[in-house]
């Protein structure tokens, strides 16, 4: 062979070289920092005033269907809950997390819960694994009911009063 032969073949192989590297840089970035994804948020609906209703008997407050906490059923962090308030929640393995899961199939920014003030609802945050609501992938905003089992990688939480 000759030495322009060489010379290519030693360029080509060195180009091969930097671009598994620059790949694997690319996949440890996203893994450390997440990816941006733009998902839709839950339908905002405008509160309408509910009328008042009479306290029973014994100084309690009447039910309500909406729930109290959000607790972790299955998995390392089986146990674990975080009070429900009006705000989003975060599950994840990220700081910024409501509850930070210990499960390496969960993402950085792995779900969300919100509400609209009457209805909850669960979005997956472009996880790599997913999310599911039953044995159905969760690819939208979908509406989660009190006591329904969402599982992000071997992770199970609910919703609960």
């Known amino acids: 062979m000759t030495d322009l032969t060489l010379t290519l073949i030693q360029l080509g192989f060195l180009a091969v070289l930097w671009l598994f590297v620059l790949s694997a840089v690319s996949v440890i970035r996203s893994d450390i920092f997440g990816a941006?994804?733009?998902t839709?948020?839950?339908?905002?609906q405008p509160r309408q005033k509910a009328p008042k209703q009479k306290a029973p008997k014994g100084g309690r407050k009447p039910k309500r269907g909406m729930p109290s906490?959000?607790?972790v059923i299955d998995g390392p962090n089986a146990g674990q809950m975080v009070p429900v308030t009006g705000a989003d929640i975060l599950l994840g393995r990220?700081?910024?997390a409501a509850i930070r899961l210990d499960d390496d199939y969960v993402s950085t920014r792995h779900a969300r819960f919100s509400t609209n003030g009457q209805q909850w609802y669960v979005e997956d945050l472009g996880s790599t694994n997913g999310t599911y609501l039953g044995n159905q992938r969760v690819t939208s905003p979908v509406p989660v009911d009190l006591g329904v089992a969402v599982?992000?990688?071997?992770t199970v939480?609910?919703?609960r009063k």
């Open 40 to 44: 839709p948020r839950a339908p905002k």
């Open 157 to 159: 939480v609910e919703l």
């Open 94 to 96: 990220g700081t910024d």
């Open 36 to 38: 941006k994804v733009d």
């Open 69 to 71: 906490t959000l607790v």
């Open 151 to 154: 599982r992000l990688g071997k």
